[in-house]
T-cell receptor, first 107, second 116 residues
Framework: DAKTTQPNSMESNEEEPVHLPCNHSTISGTDYIHWYRQLPSQGPEYVIHGLTSNVNNRMASLAIAEDRKSSTLILHRATLRDAAVYYCMEYGNKLVFGAGTILRVKS | GAVVSQHPSRVICKSGTSVKIECRSLDFQATTMFWYRQFPKQSLMLMATSNEGSKATYEQGVEKDKFLINHASLTLSTLTVTSAHPEDSSFYIC????????????FGDGTRLSIL
């Protein structure tokens, strides 16, 4: 079963930043935190991952709490193409998907 | 970025038919590949994990004789749904990883399987 907790849905305005939270209170010390997103009828797309330090890439930023029990995915300027289901997962040997957060972006 | 190709994208066939789905990593060597299934409006469910040259490890409740997985090379894994029935209709998605868990998984675009 999925070990992370995410809000069912969030809404954002286009061109504004979006902060997607995730709780992973039972994460082990060696598990990575991974984020993926999925558009309808497509396979998931890798977004970002990290272990302890905050991470930035061309798609997003990942802020990891000091105790690693939570993290936040930051989309700096949401576009309509960012509307998707976002999944955060603790990554030991395999990815176990939870329900994720449905992100809606309004124009 | 890393590319995983999945083929075919859609299959429609009669009940009792066996269906083979291919998953290829195009620009990296996939030491581990994963197979997922997704029903409408649900999340992905992991079916099995396969390492190149080894037998696949199936998740609880997944019939290994029903869903045959072969990972014969570092760039190809196949899933064969044997004697498919309407309840096997689903969206099947593969993913591949090039290294350990510090590496991301890269997903194919999925195969929509419809059994009549």
């Amino acid at each position: 079963d999925a070990k992370t907790t995410q809000p069912n849905s969030m809404e954002s305005n286009e061109e504004e930043p979006v902060h997607l939270p995730c709780n992973h209170s039972t994460i082990s010390g060696t598990d990575y935190i991974h984020w993926y997103r999925q558009l309808p009828s497509q396979g998931p797309e890798y977004v970002i991952h990290g272990l302890t330090s905050n991470v930035n890439n061309r798609m997003a930023s990942l802020a990891i709490a000091e105790d690693r029990k939570s993290s936040t995915l930051i989309l700096h300027r949401a576009t309509l193409r960012d509307a998707a289901v976002y999944y955060c997962m603790e990554y030991g040997n395999k990815l176990v998907f939870g329900a994720g957060t449905i992100l809606r972006v309004k124009s | 970025g890393a590319v995983v190709s999945q083929h075919p994208s859609r299959v429609i066939c009669k009940s009792g038919t066996s269906v083979k789905i291919e998953c290829r990593s195009l620009d990296f060597q996939a030491t581990t590949m994963f197979w997922y299934r997704q029903f409408p409006k649900q999340s992905l469910m992991l079916m099995a994990t396969s390492n190149e040259g080894s037998k696949a490890t199936y998740e609880q409740g997944v019939e290994k004789d029903k869903f045959l997985i072969n990972h014969a090379s570092l760039t190809l894994s196949t899933l064969t749904v044997t004697s498919a029935h309407p309840e096997d209709s689903s969206f099947y998605i593969c993913s591949a990883r090039g290294g350990g868990r510090s590496q991301p998984q890269h997903f194919g675009d999925g195969t929509r399987l419809s059994i009549l």
